[in-house]
């Protein structure tokens, strides 16, 4: 690793080095997951427990005409099937969930079909039985008639004006309102627009203009989604599985059973991986009301992997068109980009969050963004780690890329010249705060991957190339709550309520250490449910370090103001007159550390708990600059990662490790779907490869190690200057290594996954 | 209805027997009768390695073996490999050095590596990568991975010198 501190919070911590921040200390859940002894959601036991299973659509768009149950249910160990009938349609109203939202009309006829399927997978019935296989068997006796219907497979062809319609309810809410009644494919138009576009295009010397295809890609979380529901005689409904927000799901299962919020309790069990995909309920609703028509047994599903990739997540498909003109002295003088997103089977892309991301890292004064969510037969598209984010820097910093080849200027001495600073202004509207994304580009520029030689093509039809990109991701603050009880024994038990996925627990102790002057291993954490601590937003938006570690400070706080009462009563002297330094409380010569005091509990008051909870703001954007070396086999088209370095402004690093691991991942993500990731559909909209050997995800050999350069530029508004970090890794791999072949092979990539058949394609070879 | 057959095997140093029907994965047979919940169920067909095992010396994946077939068979599970007192160097190597995200693919990486140190003590680092490419992991891009058994094999050689 190698970190660049470019400020140091001193302000923040009283001129004093942190104790525990910075520190590469053992995460507290880690002796469970490398033992084998975690329970994540499938892991789930419990008395009278049924197994259930989902049957899903063959077609990819159909009208149901009938579904006869009657055959399964007669089938012996088979306790209970429901269909479409047995789910109240959902309310037609959006709620947050998560990074993105969600139409619970949508999201109920998602969880289990009504009256059309709209996807290769949809759910249609599921059956509850006595065991997995009798489960399995009953969904084969499961008669379904189906009115086989025209599929669309592409934004393109969805938005023509004579294609087959998915939602005939559906109108197009044209910035922002819906302007005609004809039933359409496209739910949203919006647009973000400053300066004067013809007069900066006007004013360039070199315009470049490119069209971007990136085809529908998943999250690949190695866990499947799974839940474990009861639905209990007296109408409580626990549920227990794998979500990254515990109270999303409970607001999810509340709408779509059309139960209170107050009779569900969601227990997030260890989550295997979510990237963005587990926020949704797919199985949760079905388990619960098998649970309630099984006679209140509890059921547990989980999917296989093909399901996953069917009917989960995946992230948009999506076209780009780009136009940006720049002067001869490097400076961006219009930038214009068209974007159209497959939403999958019901609207909800992230094709604002995409228009947001493609030209943030620049100062723009000419600049128009439209974007377009399209439904398509496939999957309602998720939130996948920057969602929309990777297909819009693909196409944006390719043009960049080429725009300063044009101009013949280095590529990261262009980017400077255009850099967004601290008070910039988005095209999306927002004003920077102290972002560090010049000291990216600083980071790489000084590195000696930057600086150092091409590595020899190991054959002479191998091409070797160097390419550069950034990233930008908006990063969430959020509501955190937090609890904490002190022992006698001087440590604290912390009770949180984030959804640990890479090692939060670690992070989220540490700043609670650090804020009460103590030892990291005397903090206890512990991930709570939803009706065990406060209402927590969902691990995502890259949140959890900084809103969570908002509470965990916070919460700190509230400990060490009773702790000073607690001083106060001992020494009977006022408890605003006693000072604190680190975990030592005095008054005049009088002096007791934290770990004393906590013996002197009960003599002072008895036991001590605190909990807060906070709607936190002030989140900084992350801004990235990756550089990869690339060798491209000209005879098979075959790309393989050389070298591969990742400059990122984080805030502040609690746990480098964990930071460098996000870093890792997202890149390692963004290589996979800048190369091979893709989902294949046949004509009839047929998922072709729902598999993990023919999704191909990397794996160790596929990848070089991947170094991660810590960046180091605080945020003011948080008290240890987190600022998010899981995110934005994902953004600029796609369009660093169609830099670099470019500079291997002389052709701009303008389609993802750049495999061997596209690369080849570009050359002109096939 | 169910015609479940007897089966007997030594699963971890412990000789089990189990009722188990012919259509039912060594995976399922491990986690759903025998409550050993290590091994994962990423797949179900073989091409995550979250379900890996050690099977009469053979590293396999367990949703790729019918539960009858472990009749007679010598098994480790993640379970085996943790030992009566701290952990294995594997395990201590994956905690320090941030070897493991989510977690989920961890049992499988550990089981699966070391069945790697146990055929070869001193593997280079594409050695390991090859080894492991049969091992999905989505959340480290490897580079944790790779360093933690590097680094375990190397505490292991040195162990065996001063034993």
């Known amino acids: 690793m190698t970190t660049v501190e470019v400020e140091k919070t001193e302000a923040r911590t009283n001129g004093k080095h942190f104790k525990v921040i910075g520190q590469r200390v053992i995460r507290p859940d880690g002796v469970d997951k490398v033992t084998g002894r975690a329970q994540y959601g499938a892991d789930v036991m419990l008395q009278g427990l049924l197994y259930g299973k989902v049957l899903r659509s063959p077609h990819a768009h159909a009208r149901i005409l009938s579904i006869d149950t009657s055959a399964a249910e007669k089938l012996p160990g088979v306790k209970a099937v429901i269909t479409g009938k047995d789910l109240k349609p959902g309310e037609d109203k959006v709620a947050k969930s998560g990074e993105s939202s969600v139409n619970y009309s949508y999201l109920s006829q998602n969880v289990l079909a009504q009256d059309k399927v709209l996807y290769h997978g949809h759910p249609v019935a599921a059956v509850a039985a006595t065991s997995i296989h009798i489960a399995e068997e009953a969904l084969a006796l499961i008669k379904v008639e189906y009115e086989v219907l025209p599929p669309v497979l592409n934004a393109l062809d969805a938005m023509k004006d004579d294609a087959p319609i998915l939602l005939p309810n559906l109108r197009t809410r044209e910035l922002g309102e819906v302007v005609s009644d004809k039933p359409t494919n496209v739910a949203s138009h919006e647009q973000y627009a400053r300066g004067d576009l013809a007069a900066g295009f006007a004013e360039a010397d070199v315009i470049v203009e490119r069209e971007f295809h990136t085809n529908t890609v998943h999250q690949g979380y190695i866990e499947p989604q799974n839940g474990t529901a009861l639905w209990n005689a007296d109408g409580q409904i626990t549920v227990w599985t794998s979500t990254q927000g515990a109270w999303d799901q409970r607001r999810d299962l509340s709408e779509i059973l059309h139960v209170p919020l107050s009779q569900i309790r969601v227990i997030p069990m260890e989550i295997g991986g979510g990237f963005g995909g587990k926020f949704p309920v797919y199985l949760e609703p079905l388990a619960a009301l098998l649970s309630l028509k099984s006679g209140h047994r509890p059921v547990k599903m989980w999917m296989q992997r093909d399901e996953v990739l069917k009917a989960t997540g995946p992230t948009s498909a999506s076209v780009i068109r780009v136009k940006m003109g720049a002067r001869k002295d490097g400076k961006i003088t219009a930038a214009q980009a068209w974007m159209a997103y497959e939403a999958g089977a019901f609207p909800g892309s992230p094709v604002s969050a995409g228009m947001g991301v493609i030209f943030a890292p620049y100062k723009l004064d000419n600049v128009q963004i439209d974007g377009y969510d399209v439904v398509v037969n496939k999957p309602a598209a998720k939130a996948y780690r920057a969602p929309g984010g990777t297909n819009a820097a693909f196409a944006g910093e390719t043009v960049i890329d080429e725009l300063a080849e044009k101009l013949g200027m280095d590529p990261i001495e262009f980017r400077r010249i255009n850099a967004a600073k601290e008070g910039d202004r988005r095209a999306d509207g927002p004003v920077y705060g102290r972002i560090g994304f010049i000291e990216t580009l600083d980071a790489i520029e000084k590195h000696p991957h930057y600086n150092a030689p091409l590595p020899e093509p190991s054959a002479p039809y191998m091409k070797v190339g160097r390419g550069v990109a950034c990233g930008f991701w908006y990063n969430w603050d959020g509501k955190s709550s937090a609890s904490a009880v002190v022992n006698p024994d001087g440590t604290v038990s912390y009770l949180e309520g984030s959804t640990d996925i890479g090692g939060t627990r670690a992070s989220l102790a540490m700043m609670l250490a650090e804020t009460l002057g103590i030892h990291y291993e005397d903090v206890k954490p512990m991930v709570g449910d939803t009706q065990t601590v406060g209402y927590n937003d969902g691990t995502g938006g890259s949140r959890t370090t900084y809103g969570s570690g908002m509470a965990a400070y916070h919460l700190g706080k509230e400990i060490i103001k009773e702790m000073k009462q607690r001083a106060a009563v001992l020494w009977e002297v006022p408890a605003d007159d006693i000072d604190v330094e680190g975990d030592v409380y005095s008054y005049g010569d009088k002096r007791i550390t934290f770990k004393e005091l906590c013996a002197k509990l009960d003599e002072t008051g008895g036991p001590m708990s605190v909990s807060v909870s906070l709607d936190t703001k002030g989140a900084i954007p992350a801004l990235a600059t990756h550089v990869v070396d690339v060798e491209v086999d000209t005879e098979t088209g075959k790309v393989n990662i050389l070298r591969y370095t990742a400059a990122q402004d984080v805030g502040r690093a609690i746990h480098p490790s964990y930071v460098e691991g996000q870093i890792h991942g997202g890149v390692a993500q963004g290589i996979g779907w800048a190369l091979n990731e893709e989902y294949y559909y046949d004509e009839d909209g047929h998922l072709m490869n729902a598999s993990l050997l023919d999704y191909r995800m990397p794996t160790a050999l596929d990848l070089p190690m991947i170094e991660a350069v810590i960046v180091e530029v605080p945020n003011p508004n948080h008290p240890f200057g987190v600022k998010g970090v899981g995110e934005v890794p994902i953004v600029p791999p796609a369009a660093a290594i169609a830099n670099a072949i470019y500079r291997a092979v002389g052709v701009r990539m303008t389609v993802l996954p750049m495999n061997p058949r596209n690369v080849l394609k570009a050359l002109g070879k096939i | ?163």
């Open chain 2, 1 to 163: 209805m169910s015609n479940k057959v007897p089966v007997t095997a030594t699963i971890n140093d412990e000789e089990k027997s189990f009722l188990c029907e012919p259509r039912q994965s060594l995976l399922e047979v491990l986690r759903d009768v025998l409550n050993l919940t290590g091994a994962k169920e990423g797949c179900n067909n073989g091409n995550c390695g979250a379900c890996a095992v050690i099977m009469n010396g053979v590293l396999v994946n367990s949703c790729l073996v019918l539960g009858v077939e472990a009749n007679g068979a010598t098994i480790t599970t993640i379970e085996g490999i943790t030992p009566k007192e701290g952990l294995h160097p594997l395990q201590q190597k994956f905690l320090e050095d941030a070897a493991l995200q989510c977690g989920i693919c961890t049992p499988g990486f550990i089981v699966a590596a070391k069945a790697l140190l146990d055929k070869n003590p001193s593997p280079t680092e594409h050695e390991v990568r090859y080894w492991l490419a049969g091992n999905l992991c989505r959340c480290t891009g490897y580079d944790k991975i790779v360093r933690a058994v590097l680094d375990a094999a190397a505490i292991m050689r040195a162990e065996k010198q001063t034993a």
